[in-house]
């Protein structure tokens, strides 16, 4: 079976065309959209027991070797599957937490034993239901590791991240004293996972819209009344984009489809919106650029 996957994966890294990503929007999984990989996953595999892992490009996971990848998730039933930040953690039975990044491209895909590998198919995973799980990243910037017991709050990813939007340490006296420590425009503040989890560009942009404030706006410069409402619009804009289902465009084959292209993006109130209509005001959206990246925000609702 190990050479039957490494010849396909051959096969599919010199002679299958790459994987037609939609390119409607340079969109990137954001925290509704891993939390919903996170949700798609527990449904799927919490409770199940691997009966055999693959890494299939060690650089998807450089802290370990694909034998040692392989051996730490044999026969290891997966307890639980969390999400902290934009890292999905699926605790395992043996103690040790497989943590994977999506990044930008990474996706899952599951189906039965004759499930053919999709292009740039990553890692691979065989159930004990008789079900196949493959990781496949056509940008090759997903992240997997596997970490010991007790190692997990050592993982300098997840250790320096901010607390979550919706758990309770994330309050607005919290965001009112983060933001109050730097000079840095509010937009890339945000961005910042040090600071606020959970929002990229897209998500980023409508809290800021929604709360009327500039996004060049100085961090420090906000005051305490609207820190509060920033903080109720970065909450409530996170969970209706979750309970919209994200952006995320799931497919029954592909369990997990293309990002960017769900029911969410119809929601959206400035992100992509340049030169349209503001919908509370009618004026023009604008864009710019701040940290080399697009910044979509009203001139006329956030002047200030
Ligand atoms: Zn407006």
New binding site residues.
């Given amino acids: 079976m190990t050479r039957e996957v490494d010849k396909r994966q051959f096969v599919c890294l010199l002679f299958w065309p790459a994987f037609p990503v939609c390119d409607k929007h340079s969109a990137m999984p954001e925290l509704p959209e891993v939390e919903m990989v996170a949700r798609h996953l527990r449904a799927l595999i919490a409770g199940r027991t691997f009966i055999k892992a693959q890494l299939l490009r060690p650089g998807l996971a450089p802290e370990t070797s694909p034998r040692q990848f392989a051996a730490w998730l044999k026969n290891a039933r997966v307890e639980e599957v969390t999400r902290r930040g934009k890292h999905i953690l699926a605790h395992l039975s043996n103690g040790r937490t497989w943590i994977t990044h999506l990044r930008m491209t990474g996706r899952f895909v599951y189906g039965g034993l004759d499930l053919e590998p999709p292009p740039h198919t990553h890692a691979a995973f065989w159930m004990d239901n008789a079900q196949k799980l493959l990781f496949a990243d056509q940008r090759h910037f997903g992240l997997m590791m596997v970490v010991g017991r007790g190692e997990l709050e050592n993982v300098a990813h997840l250790s320096k991240l901010a607390p979550e939007p919706f758990g309770a340490a994330f309050t607005a006296s919290y965001l009112f004293e983060t933001l109050k420590r730097s000079k840095q425009a509010i937009k890339l503040f945000l961005l910042d996972q040090t600071k606020v989890v959970g929002l990229g560009n897209i998500y980023a942009a409508e809290a800021l819209h929604r709360a009327r404030v500039n996004p060049q706006l100085p961090a420090n410069k906000l005051s305490k009344p609207r820190t509060e409402i920033l903080y109720r619009e970065i909450v409530s804009v996170l969970n209706e984009a979750i309970e919209a289902g994200s952006t995320l465009e799931t497919d029954p084959r592909e369990v997990y489809g293309r990002y960017g292209d769900g029911a969410y993006e119809d929601s959206w109130r400035v992100y992509e919106r340049e030169g349209l209509a ?6 023009a959206i604008r864009r710019l650029a701040q940290g080399g990246r697009s910044t979509y925000f ?5 002047r200030r």
């Fill in positions: 503001c919908l509370t005001c009618a004026a009203c001139p006329r609702c956030q």
